[in-house]
């Protein structure tokens, strides 16, 4: 997002308060986005003890982290900090994937 879609009708930059509100949104979507993923994170590693597969497939999780490069270079966000991200993503759900199991 560029700071021009951040102007109010009359022209005006938007006040600092208004800047952390939208901050605070984005956060909030953070957070439900990243409980969605650990739900359906928990659903495949129910699958995965249904079918006795183990717990770590690095095939899928170079997939992921491929994936996560491209998206952060299609949003010109630094690749290296987005897949960080996702590396304590995945290593979170194999954590409860084992101690589910």
């Known amino acids: 997002m560029t700071r021009n879609e951040y102007?109010?009708?009359?022209?005006?930059?938007?006040?600092?308060?208004?800047?952390?509100?939208?901050?605070?949104?984005?956060?909030?979507?953070?957070?439900?986005?990243?409980?969605?993923?650990?739900y359906v994170a928990d659903s495949v590693a129910q699958v995965k003890a249904?079918?006795?597969?183990?717990?770590?497939?690095?095939?899928?999780e170079e997939r992921v982290m491929e994936r996560a490069g491209r998206n952060a270079e299609q949003f010109d966000v630094d690749s290296n900090l987005v897949k960080a991200v996702f590396r304590l993503l995945i290593e979170l759900n194999k954590v409860e994937q084992r101690e589910n199991r």
């Open 50 to 60: 249904e079918q006795d597969l183990p717990t770590t497939d690095e095939n899928q």
């Open 7 to 38: 102007t109010t009708s009359d022209d005006e930059d938007p006040s600092l308060d208004e800047l952390r509100e939208e901050i605070e949104d984005i956060d909030r979507e953070i957070v439900e986005l990243i409980a969605r993923r650990t």
